[in-house]
T-cell receptor, first 115, second 113 residues
């Protein structure tokens, strides 16, 4: 399968711990997006990359959240000092070109639970 | 900045009846509009999109949507729903200037037998 892959699919952690969530986009896709989806809500924009650079990180809620995409392919979303309010499904999506005229291909998400 | 409002969190409809899922957007610049669908236990996938041209857009599985600039709406319709249409539907908007895509809160379509 050549879809967007996210790991882990489920992560349970304790308040205050550090967490990394990984996204493997579809091969060749230049754009990569991170969203957060809480129960009963739509995907909330966090950040998107065009290649290696973050084109727009205005959705990151605070400086505990950080994302990288060092080689323009795999991306990691990093959350420091996790809080219970960070519990959500974190979605990754990729696009072969400009997503606003094309299509976002979504992974199945990483469910984060902070106890 | 753009925003999207989906007023209906849930819409129950009988099988083979028509359905309309409402979406309104807000933007100070020209936009592109999308509907994405999330079937149970699956990731989101694109249903249809409006970029330019004809205001009536046809998508997969018999769905269509109409862009109405004066009413800032992009409602989704299907003339006859099937049990397989049970899913959550998300309206999304992007400005034509950048690639930030904003989603609405979603509408859960519940098909009644």
């Amino acid at each position: 399968g050549a879809g967007v892959s996210q790991t882990p699919s489920n992560k349970v952690t304790e308040k205050g711990k550090y967490v990394e969530l990984r996204c493997d986009p579809i091969s060749g896709h230049t754009a990569l997006y991170w969203y957060r989806q809480s129960l009963g809500q739509g995907p909330e924009f966090l950040i998107y990359f065009q290649g290696t650079g973050a084109a727009d990180d205005s959705g990151l809620p605070n400086d505990r959240f950080f994302a990288v995409r060092p080689e323009g392919s795999v991306s990691t979303l990093k959350i420091q000092r996790t809080e219970r309010g960070d519990s959500a499904v974190y979605l990754c999506a990729s696009s072969p070109g400009r997503a606003n005229t094309g299509e976002l291909f979504f992974g199945e998400g990483s469910r984060l639970t902070v106890l | 900045a753009q925003s999207v409002t989906q007023l209906d969190s849930q819409v129950p409809v009988f099988e083979e009846a028509p359905v309309e899922l409402r979406c309104n957007y807000s933007s100070s610049v020209s936009v592109y509009l999308f509907w994405y669908v999330q079937y149970p236990n699956q990731g989101l996938q694109l249903l249809l999109k409006y970029l330019s041209g004809s205001t009536l857009v046809k998508g997969i599985n018999g769905f269509e949507a109409e862009f109405n600039k004066s009413q800032t709406s992009f409602h989704l319709r299907k003339p006859s729903v099937h049990i397989s249409d049970t899913a959550e539907y998300f309206c999304a908007v992007s400005s034509q200037r950048d690639d930030k895509i904003i989603f609405g809160k979603g509408t859960r379509l519940h098909i009644l037998p």
